[in-house]
């Protein structure tokens, strides 16, 4: 597994898992539930993880999506 996001951004989160999805790439969105009980401090983002086959194409899916976005 590789980590291709580290945020604590819901809507980028939810913006590229949909992006991968369509791509065929499964993510899992590790340190969800941490996140969540720590509060709103942002203190721990949560990791999106695809399997190392899929972390190019779905680098790839996050540079065009932040392009689009402005970032």
């Given amino acids: 597994m590789k980590e291709i996001l580290r945020t604590n951004d819901p809507v980028l ?10 791509a ?26 695809v399997a190392d086959e899929d972390a190019w194409r779905a680098d790839s899916i996050l540079r065009a999506l932040r392009s689009e976005a402005g970032e």
């Fill in 13 to 22: 989160l939810s913006a590229l898992q949909a992006a991968l999805a369509e």
């Fill in 24 to 49: 065929d790439i499964e993510p899992l969105v590790f340190d969800a539930y941490t996140s969540i009980a720590e509060g709103s401090l942002g203190v721990l983002p949560r990791r999106l993880m």
